[in-house]
């Protein structure tokens, strides 16, 4: 992929820049998926580093997430005579909207951040250049493994963390507001509709692009030696943050449309 030089200009005009070249680096590492060689071994590695070390931060998050909404909610809903629908409003938070963003913001605080700074590395080091003298593809070996990796990862720690988010909420609501586990159950289960497991599982595919192709392009881009990493670093976290709670916007939007006409 040609990288576009600029030393001069406003901040508009690098902004467009970097759209431009995030966008073609989305096109090539999705056109790479289904060309040779396949790396399957980085690719193991890949989801290895990114979802199996990520487990315990996302079981955490989630599991604490889900019993501070059952807390704050379950007392709040309790002046109202509603605690009993407890269960209802922390099944949908976390598959519909908690579960998603919040393991798409913990994998792209340690994932994101992880993969600009090794990237960034290779690149003042020379190492990208190296693997291009050798007829290497460094996108497709570099950028499409760890995309693939993203996309098979985070719907998988999404479940998991949805599922750990309701046990916690589940624990709340059993010891501190006295509901019946069986009574929680049914009622979990039943209001979860096919379209909220949708919608809570197409949000980590659309994040796993973000997290994948941001951080493989702010580490692509990287200039400056050791500083240049640092700022590829924090700039990746940064970005990928803000283009998550903007995706999520625009997805609820999107399915809220999609559903109400449906």
Do not use: W
């Not at 309790?78 to 798409?104: C, D, H, N, Q």
């Not at 940064?238 to 449906?262: N, P, Q, R, Y």
């Amino acid at each position: 992929m040609r990288k576009i030089e600029v030393r001069h200009g406003g901040i508009l005009e690098k902004g467009a820049i970097h759209t431009y070249e995030l966008f073609r680096l989305t096109i090539d590492s999705v056109r790479y998926m289904f060309t040779r060689p396949s790396y399957f071994d980085t690719i193991l590695e890949q989801m290895y580093q990114i979802g199996v070390r990520s487990l315990s931060i996302v079981l955490l998050t989630c599991f604490f997430t889900g019993m501070v909404l059952a807390l704050q909610t379950g007392y709040q809903i309790a002046r109202f005579g509603a605690k009993v629908y407890i269960g209802v409003v922390v099944a949908l938070s976390m598959v519909r909207e908690l579960g998603p963003v919040l393991t798409a913001l913990v994998v792209a605080g340690r994932v994101g951040a992880g993969i600009a700074a090794e990237l960034g590395s290779m690149q003042v080091t020379e190492q990208i250049d190296a693997m291009r003298a050798m007829a290497t593809n460094p996108v497709k070996k570099l950028v499409t493994t760890r995309l693939i990796a993203l996309l098979i990862m985070l719907p998988i720690l999404t479940i998991i963390g949805d599922i750990v988010g309701i046990v916690g909420g589940m624990l709340i609501s059993l010891y501190s507001l006295g509901l019946d586990f069986s009574f929680y159950k049914s009622t979990t289960i039943q209001a979860l509709a096919l379209q909220d497991i949708f919608t809570g599982l197409a949000k980590p595919v659309v994040f796993a692009f973000i997290i994948a192709l941001v951080g493989c392009h702010l580490g692509l881009s990287t200039t400056g030696g050791t500083e240049g990493v640092g700022k590829s670093t924090t700039m990746s976290v940064v970005t990928s943050s803000i283009l998550i709670f903007l995706f999520d916007f625009l997805l609820v939007k999107i399915f809220f449309l999609m559903f109400e006409t449906g």
